[in-house]
């Protein structure tokens, strides 16, 4: 089981950046995929989720209108979309999977500042 993230970075505001979470080892279409984050100090939060099919998604309302959560089942792949980034974006972000089972990456930093 392996859920590797990707695309974290230092940003100014206002920048973008895309997070990727590339899954293995497990049946990916089957499960809820979700992106969390943990800033310094801080309880690790719910950031985005998106069903198995990829048809729903939910988002915390901090980030609501500014984050897109998308999945390619073909690729195995979730994806996170961030625009407009602010400086309480920064935080250590993680890609969670979720049916039976509940598994982890191993978090991608993403900074914003100017």
């Known amino acids: 089981i392996q859920l590797v993230e990707s695309g974290g970075a230092s940003v100014q505001p206002g920048g973008s950046l895309r997070l990727s979470c590339a899954a293995s080892?497990?049946?990916?279409?089957?499960?809820?995929m979700s992106w969390y984050r943990q800033a310094p100090g801080k309880e690790r939060e719910l950031v985005a989720s998106?069903?198995?099919?990829?048809?729903?998604?939910n988002y915390v309302d901090s980030v609501k209108g500014r984050f897109t959560i998308f999945r390619d089942n073909a690729k195995n792949l979730v994806c996170l979309q961030m625009n407009s980034l602010k400086p309480e974006d920064t935080a250590v972000y993680y890609c969670n999977a979720y049916f039976r089972e509940n598994y982890w990456g191993q978090g991608t930093q993403v900074i914003v500042s100017s």
């Open positions: 080892g497990f049946t990916f279409s089957d499960y809820v």
């Open positions: 998106i069903s198995s099919t990829g048809d729903s998604a």
